[in-house]
């Protein structure tokens, strides 16, 4: 969608060029960019939408009105408005601040109103589960199938250190066998980051259990979101008050690598971070 003031004098919008974004990282998803990044950008485009509507009564704005007011508004209605934490804030802010700085790279808008703007990221301590908690979850019988599955991911999750996406996408030709013990050997499918883990009894004995010689992938594939609410009934039914995601196994991970010795560039690697910042953290 573009504006027009004159026959021959048009604009394009925000959100035009926050669809343009979307259909070139929809075209990049499975290569260097994954559904959740996708997600995560949609939300925020929903989100712009909301404030244009709700704040400004209008369904879309021509890029050549934006200005640093604009953000700083944005940022206000996410918190007040629509009550989201500061990083989920800083998080919206950020695609908006690259979506009109990737518009002014390609010559759409002669400046970019946003570049000085900034919101502190506030980073909450991480939760994670200590070793006597992760070998309580080990040890307890579900009744319910899908929570037993949930708890098994989780662990092997907490135990290996991947992620979501990289254990979904896991298959029997990442597994190699190295002076008689089982290692994953591959790359992060997010950051393309190589990485290798040897495989301890449990997480093997998980895959096993799991594996189908009619399936390519080595586990049953669950949207992430289900699997995430099916970990916060496991913790609950184990009795485990701390607020787990399913994200928190990687931290476990971490903490549990680092209480036994490892150093902090080899969990690092082990992550496949990017940046060791990011392990500290």
């Excluded at 999750?157 to 050997?185: F, K, N, Q, V």
């Amino acid at each position: 969608m573009v504006t027009c003031k004159k026959e021959k004098e048009c604009q394009p919008t925000l959100l035009s060029v926050y669809d343009s974004d979307l259909k070139r990282m929809s075209d990049r998803i499975g290569k260097d960019r994954s559904e959740r990044t996708l997600s995560s950008l949609k939300q925020g485009r929903n989100y712009v939408a909301s404030f244009l509507n709700s704040q400004m009564s209008i369904s879309d704005i021509s890029l050549d009105r934006l200005s640093p007011q604009f953000i700083h508004d944005f940022s206000v209605y996410l918190s007040a408005v629509r009550g989201l934490r500061g990083g989920t804030v800083w998080l919206n802010c950020q695609h908006l601040k690259g979506v009109v700085a990737r518009a002014h790279q390609r010559g759409l808008i002669s400046w970019n109103p946003f570049s000085s703007f900034h919101v502190p990221k506030k980073i909450r301590p991480r939760e994670y589960l200590t070793e006597e908690e992760l070998a309580r979850l080990i040890k307890h019988n579900f009744n319910n199938e899908k929570l037993n599955y949930a708890r098994d991911f989780f662990v092997f999750a907490a135990l290996t250190g991947m992620s979501y996406i990289d254990i979904c996408e896991l298959r029997p030709s990442d597994i190699t066998t190295i002076d008689g013990s089982p290692w994953i050997i591959t790359l992060r499918r997010k950051s393309r980051i190589p990485f290798q883990i040897r495989l301890l009894d449990i997480p093997y004995n998980i895959i096993c259990r799991y594996r189908k010689n009619d399936n390519v992938r080595l586990f049953d594939q669950i949207k992430y979101r289900t699997l995430a609410n099916l970990v916060k009934k496991v913790m609950d039914e184990v009795g485990i008050t701390k607020h787990i995601t399913l994200h928190c196994a990687r931290h476990s991970f971490a903490v549990l690598a680092l209480n036994k010795g490892v150093s902090m560039e080899s969990v690092s690697r082990m992550l496949g971070h990017n940046k060791i910042i990011t392990t500290q953290i």
